[in-house]
């Protein structure tokens, strides 16, 4: 391979982007090097492109990829989730948090809040790690980084998503606990939002009803199991619909996935006795939600969020692709492509809401 790595570095000043030629990284043991195959374009890569969401510059963003190995450290071996051996060659995806194992968070199983937490796509970039993020021809993994081997039958543009929306949904669920024979509200038609609608429906729910203000995107979600779709209208409580929907006793599930404070609020009001709603897309600021106390109390609901996955949830998330990939569509969620020279262009498509991802494949245009 080439001794130099290309980098598309986010400044945090301006240009706001700039193409960087550095040396390939002198590894330490436990660390390995890997080619990027394929960056796809997330909503916090975006939020932070546009100035919405902050992250410390200067950095280089992308998180949802997979690349394939082209160098380690050999006097420490590499292992993978499984604890099977790493080698040269082996296409590759791995955990977006590194946590130390040690600190109060880790040991109480909370890895992804761990203070001494490394994620990649969201580091400052130093003079150790300086390809710490997707967008670039490699990425620099260190010590501690959980990697999962991707299964052959997977594409590239349908594994690389794996690495955040599938795993962050994958974990909604696993906080949701059993969902066969259970009614399911979805919340937003987004990526985060076709993945639940395909994990609830393969689960066995017996409803799931997607809703968005987007036409088509509500659309698509009848191509990802959803049973019952809703338009949704400022004018119009979505409460009331679903009630109607579910002969007045409500949901047993909801995933919230928009962030939205009245759109969070109509879905607790949408639970029937019993019922638990699971918080996902509330990840930057907001007014906060109301809610009545009383109607928790006697109804018998939980509320809970969920942010950032654990290494298992990654790794559901890839056995959950590689099981379903032909009977739901994931292959057409990722559909613009561009080089790492287009990434200006990557993000105006990403922001257009046009695709569900956008992809950056940096050496299919070499």
């Known amino acids: 391979m080439s ?47 546009e100035g919405t969401r902050s992250t410390p510059c200067p950095t280089i963003l992308g998180h949802e990829m997979i690349g394939r190995v082209v160098d380690f450290n050999s006097e420490l071996p590499i292992r993978d989730y499984l604890d099977r051996p790493v080698n040269i060659g082996d296409r590759i995806t791995w955990s977006v948090a590194v946590s130390c194992k040690e600190c109060e968070n880790c040991r109480r199983g909370l890895t992804q809040k761990c203070t001494r937490l490394f994620k990649y796509g969201h580091q400052r970039l130093t003079d150790q790690n300086y390809l710490s993020g997707g967008l670039a021809s490699h990425c620099h993994l260190v010590k501690g980084t959980t990697i999962f081997k991707v299964p052959e039958s997977l594409p590239d543009q349908v594994a690389s998503p794996a690495n955040c929306a599938t795993a962050t949904v994958m974990g909604a669920f696993r906080l949701a606990g059993e969902i066969e024979n259970k009614s399911v509200l979805i919340l937003g038609a987004g990526m985060l939002g076709v993945t639940a609608a395909a994990v609830a429906h393969s689960h066995g729910a017996t409803a799931v009803i997607v809703t968005d203000i987007e036409p088509e995107r509500v659309k698509r979600s009848l191509e990802f199991g959803a049973t019952h779709t809703v338009l949704a209208k400022k004018e119009q409580p979505l409460h009331a619909e679903i009630q109607h929907l579910t002969d007045g006793r409500g949901v047993d599930l909801v995933f919230d996935m928009t962030g939205v404070p009245e759109v969070m609020e109509s879905g607790l009001e949408s639970l029937a006795i019993g019922g638990r709603m699971i918080l996902v897309g509330a990840v930057y600021p907001a007014r906060p939600i109301q809610f009545s106390a009383e109607t928790m109390v006697r109804k018998l609901l939980r509320l809970e969020g969920i942010h950032n996955y654990t290494d298992l949830d990654l790794a559901n998330a890839l056995n959950f692709l590689e099981r379903y990939q032909n009977q739901y569509p994931f292959q057409r969620l990722s559909e613009h492509s561009f080089s790492l020279e287009e990434v200006p262009a990557a993000f105006a498509e990403s922001a257009s809401h046009r695709s569900y991802r956008v992809a950056i494949l940096p050496h299919q245009f070499d």
């Open 3 to 49: 001794d130099q790595c290309i980098s598309i570095v986010l400044t945090g000043d301006d240009p706001p982007l700039q193409r960087t030629v550095v040396e390939k990284p002198e590894l330490q043991p436990g660390e390995t090097l890997v080619e990027i195959l394929c960056c796809t374009i997330c909503g916090s890569d975006l939020h932070t492109y």
